[in-house]
Nanobody, 112 residues
Framework: VQLVESGGGLVQPGGSLRLSCAAS????????MRWYRQPPGKERELVAS????????VYPDSVKGRFTISRDNGKNTVYLQMNSLKPEDTAVYYC??????WGQGTQVTVSS
């Protein structure tokens, strides 16, 4: 099983980034997929969740209206579009298959 995140980096406040997570080794289309983040010195938190068919999504209030999760079951990939980024969005972002399988994380830094 592999989950490989990409797309992180340094961005100015108000900017955008699109994270990708490529999955392999399990039946991707049957799993709820999630993005989590862990800010420096803080606990990991859920930032987005998407149902197996992609029709249902969940976001915490802290990112609602700014982040969008999507998936392409044909490509075994889940995405996180992040707009209007704030310094407090700085964290390592992880994708997860229902909290069972995890990627290695990708760093997102929002700073001027």
């Amino acid at each position: 099983v592999q989950l490989v995140e990409s797309g992180g980096g340094l961005v100015q406040p108000g900017g955008s980034l699109r994270l990708s997570c490529a999955a392999s080794g399990f039946t991707f289309s049957t799993y709820i997929m999630r993005w989590y983040r862990q800010p420096p010195g803080k606990e990991r938190e859920l930032v987005a969740s998407i149902g197996s068919a992609g029709s249902s999504t969940v976001y915490p209030d802290s990112v609602k209206g700014r982040f969008t999760i999507s998936r392409d079951n044909g490509k075994n990939t889940v995405y996180l579009q992040m707009n209007s980024l704030k310094p407090e969005d700085t964290a390592v972002y992880y994708c997860s298959a229902f909290g069972i399988y995890w990627g290695q994380g990708t760093q997102v830094t929002v700073s001027s």
